[in-house]
């Protein structure tokens, strides 16, 4: 039996095209990549087409500079029947001064498309150690409060017209 591939890791120069008006990496940049990698990770683990259902806790803890290398730290947390949750940690590094900051975390969930576009069932997640277990029940929490959060936000939603704008 072939080893699951759950993780990946990505790096990438931060240019000056990705600046905002303060000379910053851009949060949407950082969004893009960030999905990009969920992407790239949720797809070799399941070995199928992944469509971005959610994205949770994003936290900008640090501001990113440009000119600086970003490492982006992705692994398949929990898989349902056809949604993964993915984590991905970013540390930025400073190639002047070797100093490395984990600056952005967030989990998005990841779901397998088949070729009709609906839903298709991904492998069981093999969880092998410690630390996936605790990523598996820290996911398992998460899938929980996105649930409650989604019913609360249903009771709350307010069908808008565009006269009311």
Known sequence: MN?????LT???LMTPDM?????????????????????????????QYV?????DQ????????VGELVTFYAHVNYVGHS???????????DLRTD????????????????????PTKVPRLDVENEIEQQYYAEALL?????????????ILAIELSEDKF
């Open 99 to 118: 100093s490395k900051r984990h600056t952005t975390s967030c989990y998005f969930t990841m779901v397998a498309m088949d070729d009709e576009g609906k």
């Open 51 to 55: 469509v971005t259902a959610a994205l």
């Open 83 to 93: 949604s993964m949750e993915v984590g991905v940690k970013v540390v930025a590094e």
């Open 10 to 12: 990505m790096t990438v």
């Open 3 to 7: 080893k699951q591939e759950k993780s």
């Open 142 to 154: 998460r899938k929980q409060m996105r649930q409650e959060n989604l019913h609360k936000n249903r």
């Open 58 to 65: 994003v936290f900008f803890k640090q501001q990113v500079n």
């Open 19 to 47: 600046a905002n008006f303060s000379g910053h990496v851009h949060g949407g940049s950082l969004l893009k990549l960030l999905d990009q990698v969920a992407y790239a990770c949720a797809a070799k683990y399941c070995k």
